[in-house]
């Protein structure tokens, strides 16, 4: 290790720090791994910030210091953020603020440099004019350790679609490749003889060998966690599965297959004594010419010598700082639109309507304009809710041997839900059809992939596999039909079992005070009456897409790509118990007798809505429902017909895309998220918000200790900030943060992507989530903005009293705007950057 001395006489005293012990060793692996961002499976994939381990920072300067760690962009290149401005997707009025302030004010910002040149026509033209400076360069190429590593990974925690499986997965991924590494011809020929002399002397515990790594490389001892979280972070998307597992995952994901991430760092660590390594990128940032600038105003440098530091200062204005003034001109434009209408909306108060039908929807952008698209069909009032509708459940379904966590990843289930046969159907027929059509696909992947039958079932199924492939291509919705009539879907033959215990012994059951505290909840959360309307519909949402590895992300992107039909059913089965009832009326919240609850799902591909459990209707109710289920398909209609006009199509092709196989953008799914809307619905139903806003019903006059705002901006704001930030850097850098191009991915161990045939799985989204098919973006990155309707004092009190908010707000990940419910005056919420150098001016910004 590296040697210190101390004192005068340092050849007196002199010493060698000890090398650190395992406990050490495993604490500082562990704050490596802090580095990366969990990545869950496609099957479970829910979105999560990259940068989430860099959130202690200011975001400006997490952004830079991730990119430098990663080899990342920070930002869209300045020529498509002109682009956006062009297009009229970002304000150039709004721009020019950005610049004023930048520039310290509108005095300064005018103050000439020349003849009708002032300071803001420099860096106006820096912004929108000028040609900008070649592009970063970028050092280093292949890096063929992070390929011996993602090779070794990929074989290791493959899923069963390999034909062969690794030997030894159960000693643990270090172990197993170090018992197998010697016959690795890529490793053989990479480390010679050095590297096989190495493979023979390494310890074979992954926490030893970090540690006697560490020293023989020299590593100084305050240098070892950045060493680390360096090396953590050359493969950032199997680091994050790797982390996934450690902290999320269920014990049957990983039985058999042990993996830590100091497993990851011993190969890590491995490759580097071995002399496998190579440099990690280095970028050197471009600069403007002062001169070019000048020129662009046709002034020489003798007309303005006395103004030529001015221009300097302006000219070599860093490009990360340029992309990121636009930035704040997209989130300043946005805002500035916003907050005006529903401050009016605030003064302006609550119109009272009896209505004719209520519904939950999942605070989901996409559930905003079917809601409007709804609203507009009749005399019905919708509320926004999380999606798992407050339900901490894990869903056991009959024909599954896996358990599904049904929640936000945040939580962990405390109830675990059977199935039940719903009376008129054939479950048995069904289940044996399922099984049946299971039976075959894994008979028929068995010799795909076999060593030995793989070439015969080509031979003898070439030309069935080719008609279907001509029918899902030429005739996508009748091939669907076919499929469901040869496998039908036994969704609505079975039905939550809220008795859990009576069929399950080992499950534990709702008690009655459970169901109880989770209806009330509802009410509390969302400020619903208890005077309901006769029919109340929770509504969950889901996707469809076929031939789509991200498919569970349209589902959704907090539950772990689960749709939320199942959860709305067990909620309505709740507040439609008689017990339950009776236990709100205790509590004073007694329910009109005529009022039914009842679950729906939509699908937000096709605006398409299934309710659930109509045979159980009763005769009372089913007008209402007729009427309701007439609305559902014409706000359907005229959803898609708007929808269709984003994604360049017809409304009808909107429903072909959702089964047809060859189609890479079945929708935009979250894409222009920008705003997280906390207040009544009506201080948002008399403005179109585009689909771009996350909205949580919430009436302040029902939560008098802000217990309910708390728990709505610590649990799915938080989760709406995930989202956020996914769509947000997965388009600055798409091949980085995202997952690049969908049409040359290939999925992996059935647990991700990777492009072409190898290397890092993707950690984000691919670019047809994101950019139009002219390699324009459709999402415009910019942070989100949560807007809060209740006095300022009740916001500020939460804020400050829960660090995950004070952190997110003072650190500028998040915007926030407090409408004060008494005044209608708007106040933001100043990030800890604004009030370093002008705390006067934060303490009016804040509410």
């Known amino acids: 290790m590296k040697a210190r001395t101390e004192g005068a006489n340092a050849s007196a005293y002199a010493y060698v720090q000890p090398a650190p012990g395992r406990a050490e060793i495993a604490a500082l692996v562990a704050l490596a791994a802090r580095r990366v961002a969990p990545l869950w499976p496609l099957q479970s994939a829910i979105a999560v910030n990259p940068l989430s381990g860099f959130e202690e920072m200011a975001f400006d300067q997490a952004v830079a210091r991730a990119a430098a760690i990663f080899g990342a962009r920070d ?56 040609p900008p400076p070649d592009q970063p360069a970028t050092a280093g190429g292949a890096d063929p350790g992070a390929a011996l590593i993602a090779k070794w990974c990929a074989v290791f925690f493959d899923q069963g679609q390999a034909a062969c499986a690794m030997p030894g997965r159960d000693l643990g991924l270090y172990r197993a490749v170090v018992a197998l590494i010697g016959h690795d011809r890529d490793y053989r020929r990479l480390a010679g003889d050095v590297g096989q002399r190495v493979v023979h002397c390494v310890p074979r515990d992954p926490l030893d060998a970090i540690a006697e790594g560490v020293e023989a490389l020299k590593i100084p001892s305050d240098e070892i966690e950045e060493t680390l979280a360096a090396l953590v972070a050359r493969l950032p998307g199997w680091a994050g599965h790797i982390r996934w597992r450690s902290e999320y995952a269920e014990p049957s994901d990983s039985a058999g297959a042990p993996a830590g991430m100091a497993d990851l760092l011993a190969l890590w660590i491995l490759l580097e004594r071995a002399g496998i390594m190579a440099p990690p990128p280095a970028l050197w940032p471009a600069a403007c010419d002062p001169r070019q600038l000048a020129m662009h105003f046709g002034l020489g440098q003798s007309q303005c010598a006395s103004q030529w530091g001015a221009i300097e200062a302006i000219a070599t ?16 434009g946005f805002r500035d639109t916003l907050i005006p209408a529903l401050t009016a ?66 939580l962990a289930p405390q109830h675990d839900i059977a199935e039940t046969p719903v009376p008129g159907y054939d479950v048995d027929a069904l289940v044996r059809s399922e099984a049946l059509h299971q039976h075959t696909r894994g008979l028929l992947g068995t010799a795909k992939h076999g060593l030995g039958s793989a070439f015969a079932t080509a031979e003898a199924l070439g030309l069935v596999a080719g008609g279907i492939m001509a029918a899902r291509t030429l005739a996508p919705r009748l091939m669907q039909r076919v499929m469901q009539a040869i496998n039908p879907d036994i969704e609505q033959a079975m039905a939550p079992a809220l008795d859990t215990h009576a069929l399950h012994p080992d499950f534990p059951a709702f008690t009655l005070a459970e169901k109880i505290g989770y209806a009330s909840l509802l009410f509390r959360m969302t400020g619903m009456s208890k005077q309901t309307a006769r029919l109340v519909v929770l509504t969950g949402h889901g996707g ?198 969908k049409t040359t991915q290939n999925p992996v161990g059935r647990i991700g992507v990777v492009q072409g045939n190898g290397g890092d799985l993707r950690i984000g989204l691919p670019r047809q989530s994101l950019f139009s098919d ?74």
């Not at 609550?350 to 079917?370: H, W």
């Not at 907090?558 to 017990?579: E, Q, Y």
């Open 774 to 847: 002219d390699g324009s973006p459709y999402h415009i990155p910019q942070r989100l903005l949560t807007v809060v309707h209740a006095p300022f004092d009740r916001v500020e009190a939460v804020v400050t009293a829960h660090d995950i908010l004070s952190r997110l707000f003072g650190n500028g990940w998040v915007q926030l705007v407090a409408i004060d419910s008494a005044t209608g005056d708007a106040r933001r919420w100043a990030a800890d950057a604004e009030c370093a150098p002008n705390p006067p001016a934060c303490q009016e910004n804040r509410p």
């Open 317 to 332: 204005v860093r490009q990360s700082e340029l992309a990121h003034m636009f930035m704040v001109a997209a989130e300043q």
């Open 75 to 130: 930002s869209l290149s300045i020529e498509t953020w002109r682009n956006l401005v062009r297009a009229q997707q970002i304000d150039i009025a709004a721009l020019k603020k950005v610049a004023i302030a930048r520039l310290g004010g509108l005095v300064p910002a005018f103050a000439p440099i020349g003849p009708d040149v002032s300071r803001l026509d420099l860096l106006m033209a820096r912004l929108m004019d000028l």
């Open 345 to 410: 909306a605030s003064r302006s108060g609550a119109t009272q309507q009896a209505p004719d039908a209520q519904l939950v929807f999942c605070i989901d952008v996409r559930s905003e304009p079917f809601r409007r698209a709804l609203e507009a069909q009749g005399a019905f009032e919708t509320f926004g809710y999380a999606g798992f509708f407050g339900l901490p459940i894990a869903r056991h379904r009959h024909d599954r041997g896996r358990r599904q966590r049904l929640l936000p990843v945040l």
């Open 544 to 741: 469809a897409a076929v031939n789509n590895p991200y498919a569970a992300a349209l589902d959704c992107g907090a539950c772990g790509g689960h749709p939320g039909g199942f959860n709305a059913r067990v909620m309505a089965a709740i507040l439609n118990d008689p017990a339950v009832r009776e236990g709100l009326a205790d509590e004073g919240l007694s329910l009109p007798a005529t009022t039914l609850f009842l679950a729906a799902e939509h699908n937000t591909t096709t605006d398409q809505v299934t309710v659930f459990d109509i045979d159980q209707v009763p005769l009372s109710h089913k007008g209402d429902l007729a009427a309701l289920r007439t609305a559902f398909d014409r706000a359907g209609q005229a959803n898609r017909t708007q929808r269709a006009i984003a994604l360049g199509r017809d409304a009808d092709d909107l429903i072909t895309g959702s089964c047809h196989w060859g189609e890479v953008r079945p929708e935009w799914g979250l894409a222009r998220n920008a705003a997280f809307v906390v207040g009544p619905r009506w201080l948002t139903r008399a403005r179109d918000l585009g689909g771009r806003a996350f909205l949580h019903s919430y009436d302040w006059t029902t939560d008098p200790d802000g217990t309910t705002l708390a728990m709505i901006l610590t649990a799915p704001m938080v989760v709406a900030q995930w989202i956020n930030c996914q769509y947000l850097f997965s388009t600055i850098d798409n091949h980085r943060y995202g997952s690049g191009d």
